[in-house]
């Protein structure tokens, strides 16, 4: 498994709760021009890539009416422009194997009002709409795109017995 992303000592410390056999890439995925080499260094060092999981993503918690245009867009590049990047370039060798799967990780702000989250409700809103693009377009050639939205227990569920 690799995880990858911006703080070298936060990887670090969710690859010893991970457990063994994790390695970690630290990089700032809003680098778009990067992902690509990114991704051929994955492959070249560990193998074919056989799922990828888009967890990454920034937050910015703030009135929409306060939001400026360059927060806005840094959110967006970050959490749906990386992501897509990301998903095109593990696409580009799954297709060719016919064979991968690829898991967007979105939010239940996509699916509810929340407010001072507005961009990121965007962004989320928008990988939603992505993943079933990607579905349809990449599926006949045996890659799986998915998406899940976490969402918060209100209350403890009962023990199963």
Not at 54 to 73: P, Q
Not at 133 to 158: D, F, Q, T
Request: net charge positive.
């Amino acid at each position: 498994m690799i995880i990858a992303g911006r703080r070298a000592e936060a990887l670090a410390s969710a690859a010893a709760t991970i457990g063994r056999n994790v390695r970690t890439i630290a990089c700032d995925l809003s680098q778009l021009e990067t992902i690509p080499d990114l991704i051929d260094g994955i492959e070249s060092a560990f193998g074919p890539l056989d799922v990828l999981v888009n967890n990454a993503g920034i937050h910015l918690k703030k009135d929409a009416l306060e939001v400026s245009d360059a927060e806005f867009e840094s959110v967006l590049r970050t959490n749906l422009q990386a992501v897509f990047s990301l998903s095109r370039e593990a696409a580009r060798r799954m297709t060719e194997r016919k064979s991968g799967s690829i898991i967007m990780i979105s939010s239940m702000a996509a699916k509810y009002g929340i407010p001072k989250v507005i961009a990121y409700t965007a962004a989320k809103s928008a990988v939603e709409g992505m993943t079933k693009a990607m579905a349809v377009e990449w599926s006949p050639a045996g890659v799986r795109v998915n998406c899940i939205a976490p969402a918060l227990l209100k209350r403890r569920c009962p023990p199963r017995h």
